[in-house]
């Protein structure tokens, strides 16, 4: 795991810009440095290495292929990368070291770069300049694990892992993007090629970003190599097989992918929560390893939130090396404020706090930690795909004309009558509001989004100005075309919150103590394997991750990890009128950025009416997160 960075313009110091960007993202690779310049073009590669397969000088970068055509600079691991090598020694390639960067540079020249990349199984973001065309590719993995971001001003072009690296350009443009401050009210964190800059892009999952210059301007080309909708459409030619039959196909299949992903020059452990997911890969791991892994949980003194002691039961069953890591709210206190120096843009993911204590300790004992993460989007674990399908459903049945009136007369039903309604759903204080505003949304992806926005009405609570704005936005998102609406919201939820909460979360937390993580349900192998199977294999009844179920049963017997999921929460609630209240207070003084950016009396009247005993920890927490990122601008 690494950082990247370039700079690609015709004048000013390339060297010193590009030391300036890889500096400020040492945490990503604290091992070693190195830097190219190439004067000629104007352009300026820059890369902080973390070491994890070979260790050696060969496979420092930015690296060079052996034919010279190509330079590149990566961020992340190909785990495929030995038997790619031998396909390419069959074809007379040579190499100096045993590093996936030299492969990868091998392939390309080899095959081209568009036919190379999908022979790349693994996690990545990288640039790679072509010196015989005087182009810069940029490309990011499948599903959004490793990050690249990209920004276009005056007469530079520019790239790196983290925002961070961007903002020390001379000339930045640092206008701040009233919708992606929407986004983090209503979601958490920013939706898909946005981020809390204006002019600043992501490079989207799967895609190939081709950049080149002519007449003094630039020129970009994206081409998409991989989605889940073009794998989802390759389902009907897939044979189907018994649900037994499948999980013994899921098992063989994560055997070899874990396999693959345990291997490091290294110490390699894993997070393990004593749910499904990460028992799952661990059990695997513990079946292919020698020696007892090394496994990693978080603990709480809240017992509500608490899954430590699962966890301790799954790792003596399966006869892991384990370590329990606690977090209190003084804890939390620390961590809160570092959150706009580690993820350098409002991210209020409230399970951010937990993942940098974990990723944190379990940096003290190895390198490289194995996770879960992928498998409710990728076999059906969240509520929504079971419970709240109905009413996004029932929502999508009422005509468009009609739905500005049914909306508006669900706010007139009793308490008692919207609890029967929902059948007891309690999964917001202002359910209410979040489906009166999904009733106004123009189709079946902002439906899906408006039930899931903590702040229904997120322009209302913003200043004049920029809820203007956001009212008039057009969505720029696309409902799957897929058999029924459940695999739709999970095909949905693999396109948007894995990669911009969940894998964003992971990274930046992990990246910022240097530890690498890997996620083995999210190889493209599994990926796949999951989107071709009927929706019978991974939810039935109200119960999902069926075919996960089936496999882990054969390693953990099912009391120690059947039971309801509880997620990665902490106990916001309190905390704001604990340990937190000070914090939260200082955020809502009257200062430029509460007054400019929201509607003050509306924020505090809230704050008050948490402070009462009301719950609005959610929607709180998102202002707060925002106005924190804002005074730290100040």
Known sequence: MCGIAGVWHPVGDLDKNIRTMTGCIRHRGPDAEGHRVFPDAGLALGHRRLSIVDLSPTGAQPMHS?????????????????????????????????????????????????????????????????????????????????PLYYSQFGNTFAWASELKSLTTLPGFNDEINPVAVADVLERGYIRGTRTIYSH????????????????????????????????????????????KEAADSL???????????MVADVPVGAFLSGGIDSSLVVALMQKVASKPVRTFTVGFEEASVDESAHAKRVATHLGTDHTEIRLSASDALDYVSRLPTIFDEPFADQSAL????????????????????????????????????????????????????VGAGVGFLPEAAWRAAVSGDTWAPNAKARVRNAMRMPGSATVHEGLLSNWADSAGVMAAPH?????????DVSWPDTPTYQEAQMEYDMQTYLPDDIMFKVDRSAM???????????DHRVVEFAVRQP??????????????RDVLSRYVPRDLWERPKQGFAIPLADWLRSDLRSWGESMLESTAALESWFQPDQVRKLWTAHQSGQ????????????????????
């Open 66 to 146: 052996a034919g010279g055509r190509y330079t590149i600079v990566f961020n992340g691991e190909i785990y495929n990368f030995k038997s790619l090598k031998r396909e390419l020694e069959e074809r007379g390639c040579r190499f100096r070291g045993t590093s996936d960067t030299e492969v990868m540079l091998a392939a390309f020249e080899e095959y081209g770069v568009v036919a190379a990349v999908p022979k790349f199984a693994g996690m990545f973001a990288f640039s790679l300049w072509d010196n015989a065309t005087n182009e810069i590719g940029l490309a990011r993995d499948r599903m959004g694990e490793k």
């Open 200 to 243: 600043v892009a992501k490079l989207k999952p799967g895609a190939l970003l081709r950049v080149s210059r002519s007449n003094g301007a630039f020129q970009l080309e994206t081409h998409t190599y991989w989605s889940v909708s073009g794998i989802r459409e390759e389902r009907g030619h897939v044979t189907p097989t018994s649900r």
């Open 251 to 261: 098992e063989s299949l994560l055997l070899d992918v874990i396999a693959d992903e």
């Open 354 to 405: 937990p993942t940098l204590l974990i990723c944190e300790g379990t940096r003290r004992h190895v390198t490289v930690a194995l996770s879960g993460d992928g498998g409710d989007e990728l076999f059906g674990g969240y509520s929504q795909y079971m419970s709240r399908d109905s009413i996004g459903e029932a929502i999508r049945r009422v005509p468009p004309f009609a739905r500005k009136l």
């Open 467 to 475: 809820g203007a704005a956001i009212r008039h936005r057009e969505w």
């Open 512 to 522: 910022s103590t240097s530890l690498e993580t890997r996620s083995p349900l999210l």
């Open 535 to 548: 929706l019978a294999h991974k939810i039935s009844a109200s119960t999902g991750k069926g075919l996960m």
């Open 615 to 634: 719950n609005h920890a959610d929607r709180l927490w998102r202002i707060l997160i925002v106005l924190q990122w804002l005074k730290t601008r100040a």
